[in-house]
């Protein structure tokens, strides 16, 4: 049987002869190589008349379509249209990035790659029918069950919360985590923890930083993940070339010795890093939970458009990423010059293009500084550095029990850790 691409686009359009093959048929004109007028042609006459066109009138129109070809089984022909139609989509997408393989062939590579997952992703039968009696969720439900019961009894990857980690369900597949403070307060922190927390617990992780290079990150995370190892190194130390027990960092870099966790501070070939880019990461080293610091500095494909609609099509593009390669996706950016008071979790309002993040995300925390009572501006500043107020503003997944918390945050030796029974006083 004869399978070219006129064969079976003909058999594609002689076989729309009734409702049902018709709506079977998900493509549009643009998918046909060659008959694609004759396709719009069908939908118009049935449109127009509420009957399909014989055979006879669509030869009579369109005299090249072959009229044998109407003995073909459409399922048959709908089969092989799809193969077509694929081919070319993906022949277009590496023929597009041949001159930039030349200029730059590490983008093109990036570039290739998310072009080809997008492909993936569209022509995957990921639309799957909700069948009635099927079983395979209460598998599901019990394997659920047993993931709880085993080690900390947490579903999906822990947090650097209790409030949300007591509740049994941690970070899930898809989920995007938006996080917001004032400068200065610790976002970088506060997302080397989650990265460090999640490694900590056998979770491959991707760390994105925007505004430091790795090796500020990487001594970061070595007072972070020592400190949840239980060794306790300074920061300062580490970063000034200050005395240390050098046997026992050395103890630790060998213990901490794994792969789980990936960081990146630029992309090669690139001047910044985008979404393109970090889509590309994401799939290439199949993270189990990618944090982004500093996702106001992440770029999208088009720069000509405006900022809303660039901060638009980022926000969005890290939650169908995340639920793409069903990934949590954890991002930081800062709150503007409107949250003048270091001591108030900053809304949403007062963060740059806030609305669009809050309402992609599936969780929102903000965080301030901890005002001390005491008149004593020295002690107030004391106060600031030790401890943090979080506020979760949106909780997508039900409800916690509690929406503001307090952090321990003596950041120089990594001790970072919730304390849900400090009252810090104040009321948000």
Not at 40 to 69: C, M, Q, W
Not at 158 to 178: D, H, K, R
Not at 395 to 420: H, Q
């Amino acid at each position: 049987m004869a399978n070219n691409v006129e064969f079976i686009e003909s058999a594609i359009i002689l076989n729309l002869d009734s409702k049902i093959n018709l709506h079977a048929f998900k493509h549009t004109e643009k998918d046909f190589a060659v008959y694609g007028k004759s396709y719009t042609f069908v939908l118009n006459h049935f449109d127009k008349y509420g009957v399909f066109p014989s055979t006879e009138t669509l030869v009579e129109n369109f005299p090249h379509i072959d009229r044998t070809a109407n003995s073909v089984d459409f399922k048959y022909a709908l089969d092989e249209f799809k193969k077509q139609v694929l081919q070319r989509t993906v022949r277009n997408a590496v023929n597009s990035q041949i001159n930039l393989i030349e200029e730059n062939p590490k983008k093109a590579i990036t570039n290739l790659m998310v072009d080809l997952t997008d492909i993936e992703i569209v022509y995957d039968e990921d639309v799957q029918t909700y069948d009635k009696g099927d079983t395979s969720r209460l598998s599901e439900w019990r394997q659920r069950t047993e993931r709880r019961q085993m080690g900390d009894g947490l579903m999906g990857v822990p947090t650097s919360f209790q409030t949300i980690n007591t509740t049994g369900v941690g970070w899930m597949p898809g989920e995007l985590v938006a996080m917001f403070a004032r400068p200065t307060i610790g976002k970088t922190w506060l997302c080397v923890h989650a990265a460090a927390t999640a490694v900590h617990k056998g979770h491959r992780t991707l760390l994105v930083s925007t505004e430091m290079p790795r090796t500020a990150i990487n001594m970061r995370l070595d007072v972070v993940l020592a400190k949840l190892m239980g060794y306790n190194f300074s920061h300062k130390a580490l970063r000034h070339g200050d005395t240390i027990d050098e046997d026992l960092y050395e103890q630790f870099l060998k213990e901490s010795n794994t792969e789980s966790l990936l960081v990146c501070d630029h992309i090669s070939g690139q001047m910044g890093i985008s979404l393109e880019s970090i889509a590309g990461l994401v799939r290439k080293h199949n993270p189990e939970f990618v944090v982004i610091d500093g996702v106001y500095l992440v770029a999208t494909s088009d720069s000509r458009k405006a900022a809303w609609e660039q901060s638009h099509a980022l926000f969005y593009g890290l939650k169908n990423l995340a639920t793409s390669t069903n990934t949590p996706i954890m991002v930081s950016t800062q709150a503007t010059r409107d949250a003048a008071n270091m001591f108030t979790p900053p809304r949403a309002d007062q963060v740059a293009f806030g609305d669009a993040l809050i309402r992609a995300a599936d969780v929102a925390i903000a965080m301030c500084a901890v005002a001390n009572d005491s008149a004593d501006g020295s002690l107030m500043q004391k106060a600031a550095d030790t401890k943090r107020l979080v506020q979760f503003q949106k909780y997508r997944d039900g409800e916690l029990p509690r929406d503001t918390t307090y952090m321990e945050w003596s950041v120089n030796n990594g001790d970072i850790k919730e304390i849900p029974d400090y009252d810090g006083g104040g009321d948000f």
